[in-house]
């Protein structure tokens, strides 16, 4: 079955320390994306893609660094300037077609100890 | 912020029930999608409605769009327990970028 796939599905990061959470897609989407939840809040984006080798900043990716080397998938680093990242990380893809929904993987909880 | 709003905030109905959110929204659109989750889980597509559309039905779902007020709201007719769940609405601009709004968490009490 084609789906998206994140994982870990829990992460601890002690301070200081970069980690690196996983997304792969085997729907042959184009466009792939991360964003940050945080608790009874919406999505707000970090970083998208839209073609191999090419990814633009969202609207918060301070704090945040990805790679698009494969089309199948788009990893994101949070790393130690990123402040406050105890949250809920969602991985999408979608077709890059106008009118098109996205699909969304199960998500990575990350918090810091 | 760019984000869009929803409201109610939080909804709680019996199953049997209608259940009625709303979402606003900023800027002129393509479409407007909106999305369910459930609790600790990423979100699920529900529906598409595009600019030049007014009202979309799937199954329970009955999705309308105001682009003059730019708004929408989705209903779910006959809720049941198994709804339960937080619903954003997502609007989609010039690009494919998604803004998602703040969401509705409905609770429907069997």
């Known amino acids: 079955d084609g789906g998206i796939t994140q994982s870990p599905k829990y992460l601890f990061r002690k301070e200081g320390q970069n980690v690196t959470l996983s997304c792969e897609q085997n729907?042959?989407?184009?466009?792939m994306y991360w964003y940050r939840q945080d608790p009874g809040q919406g999505l707000r984006l970090i970083y998208y893609s839209q073609i191999v080798n090419d990814f633009q900043k969202g609207d918060i990716a301070e704090g945040y660094s990805v790679s698009r080397e494969k089309k199948e998938s788009f990893p994101l680093t949070v790393t130690s300037a990123q402040k406050n990242p105890t949250a809920f990380y969602l991985c999408?893809?979608?077709?890059?077609?106008?009118?098109?929904?996205?699909?969304f993987g199960s998500g990575t909880r990350l918090t810091v100890v | 912020s760019q984000q869009g709003e929803e409201d109610p905030q939080a909804l709680s109905i019996q199953e049997g029930e209608n259940a009625t959110m709303n979402c606003s929204y900023k800027?002129?659109?393509?479409?407007l999608q909106w999305y369910r989750q459930n609790s600790g889980r990423g979100l699920v597509h529900l529906i598409l409605i595009r600019s030049n559309e007014r009202e979309k039905h799937s199954g329970r779902l009955r999705v309308t769009l105001d682009t003059s007020k730019k708004s929408s709201s989705l209903l779910i007719t006959a809720s049941r327990a198994a709804d339960t769940a937080s619903y954003f609405c997502a609007s989609a601009h010039n690009t494919d970028k998604l803004i998602f709004g703040t969401g509705t968490r409905l609770q429907v009490f069997p």
């Open positions: 729907l042959n989407h184009d466009a």
């Open positions: 800027t002129s659109i393509n479409n």
């Open positions: 999408a893809s979608s077709p890059f077609v106008i009118n098109y929904g996205y699909t």
